[in-house]
């Protein structure tokens, strides 16, 4: 009995060893995730220092690029084909439109707006209110044109904003003004087309599902039932 205690203390000792060095292990996998996303978010970064525009332009080609998907993910798990020319036009805007305007429009608002106090509640309630009273509008009815420019119906542009941008901005006033109180008061300047853009995917599986719809009244397959009741 005393060889069988020695024997089951030996086995203890070793299980105890075994699951340390498992502990161990996962603490030191852990860290390698640590500052394999410390080293991507410093490199980032570094290159929206050293490049904004550039920068935000990808930045936003990759939230319209991850909205479509988003947004064609129900057809695509049905078996439906992906339609690369939604993906195309979504990239499109992204790049061309939505980054770049994005970047001058935000840097704007920061310039212009109570540049002594810019996060002060008076500051970003009056930023809040100028993006989305003003630019919201103005920027749903540039996507909705857009797409229907490079669809080649620009025949059709009116009437496609005029039938859809009022539901629009009706899901708009759900999401933004309340991402934007966060944007103006606690995101810097550079961050905020990232920031956008994280909160924007949501958005953008939206707007190209209204989009890709043949009236407001109509939505394509995978808008949300909340959305569609809108």
């Known amino acids: 009995r005393k060889v069988e205690g020695e024997k089951g203390g030996e ?16 603490e030191r996998k852990r860290k390698r995730r640590e500052a394999e996303m410390s080293g991507i ?13 550039q920068t935000k332009t990808l930045t936003s080609l ?23 020319w939604r993906t195309a036009k979504m990239a499109i805007f992204g790049a061309c439109l939505h980054g770049p305007i994005g970047h001058y429009w935000y840097g704007f608002l920061d310039r212009s707006v109570m540049t002594a106090a810019p996060t002060s509640a008076a500051a970003v309630a009056t930023k809040t209110a100028i993006d989305q009273v003003f630019w919201a509008p103005i920027f749903t009815s540039i996507f ?10 620009a025949d059709e542009i009116s009437a496609e904003i005029e039938n ?36 924007q995917v949501g958005y953008n599986a939206f707007l190209s599902t209204m989009q890709a719809a043949k009236s407001a009244d109509e939505p394509a397959a995978g808008l949300p039932d909340a959305i569609k009741k809108n």
């Open 11 to 26: 086995w203890v000792v070793e299980e105890k060893l075994l699951r340390c060095e498992r502990e161990r292990e996962r």
């Open 41 to 53: 978010w410093a490199r980032y970064n570094a290159r929206l220092a050293e490049k904004p525009l």
């Open 62 to 84: 990759t939230g319209f690029v991850l909205g479509d998907v988003v947004a064609q993910s129900p057809d695509l798990m049905a078996g439906k084909p992906w339609d690369s």
């Open 144 to 153: 909705f044109g857009t797409m229907k420019a490079l669809d080649g119906k």
């Open 164 to 199: 859809k941008l009022w539901p629009t901005m009706k899901v708009n006033w759900t999401v933004w003004p309340a991402a934007h109180i966060i944007n103006f008061r606690f995101i810097p300047s550079s961050q905020r087309i990232l920031y956008i853009n994280v909160i």
